[in-house]
């Protein structure tokens, strides 16, 4: 089992900047990839970014070179830097672990982005 808790959701103006952290019950060195995904009102939950075990990374097209996903293993924390962001990255956001052939998941954190 792992419990992911995320935090840094909140309202910011657009262009401005975000950091989101997803704190995780056990050492993320244990778990494969960690990812973002998000969902805005009414839409399906859709792919951000993602960090494999050996820190490769990959983005949706839409964030690329606008958001960064990192990793703090002595932390257990799984991090989102959001820069210039737009009305439409407002979302919930979501944390995902896989781990063991299992896909947890956390409960989300707001992101409202004010045109």
């Known amino acids: 089992q792992v419990q992911l808790v995320e935090s840094g959701g909140g309202l910011v103006q657009a262009g401005g900047s975000l950091r989101l952290s997803c704190t995780a019950s056990?050492?993320?060195?244990?778990?494969?990839?960690m990812a973002w995904y998000r969902q805005a009102p009414g839409k399906q939950r859709d792919f951000v970014a993602a960090?494999?075990?050996?820190?490769?990374?990959n983005y949706a097209d839409s964030m690329s070179g606008r958001f960064t996903i990192s990793r703090d293993n002595a932390k257990n924390t799984l991090y989102l830097q959001m820069n210039s962001l737009k009305p439409e990255d407002t979302a919930v956001y979501y944390c995902?672990?896989?781990?063991?052939?299992?896909?947890?998941w956390g409960l989300g954190t707001l992101v409202t982005v004010s045109s």
């Open positions: 995902h672990a896989d781990h063991m052939g299992y896909d947890y």
């Open positions: 056990k050492s993320i060195t244990s778990l494969n990839a």
């Open positions: 960090i494999s075990a050996y820190g490769s990374t």
